[in-house]
């Protein structure tokens, strides 16, 4: 790579997603993984909760009764049970 390096602190749990996304070798899936990783968290800290006002969330956050977030968690359980199989 050829970009410049950048100091940052991470704790253990981040270090490991970017440990992972490093030994992904080098492709054209490897470049659709970024992307769909990016989406995936632009998506999950933007959630498009219907209820949501100036104030926040009505519900005090968004994974409790909001059918979109709702969603949101069925897909990332979803992912997850595939992965694991």
């Known amino acids: 790579m050829s ?9 253990e749990a981040e270090w490991r997603l970017v440990q992972a996304i490093r030994a992904l070798p080098e492709s054209s ?3 659709r993984v970024h992307g769909v990783l990016e989406d995936l968290l632009f998506y ?6 219907q209820g949501m006002g100036a104030e ?3 519900c005090g956050e968004p994974v409790t009764s909001c ?3 709702h969603e949101v968690w069925d897909l990332l359980d ?3 049970t595939r992965v694991k199989a």
Request: proline share 11%.
């Open 29 to 31: 899936l490897r470049g």
């Open 67 to 69: 059918e979109a977030c």
């Open 56 to 58: 926040g969330f009505p």
């Open 3 to 11: 970009q410049k390096p950048v100091q940052v602190e991470l704790n």
């Open 78 to 80: 979803s992912l997850a």
């Open 44 to 49: 999950v800290a933007n959630p498009r909760c």
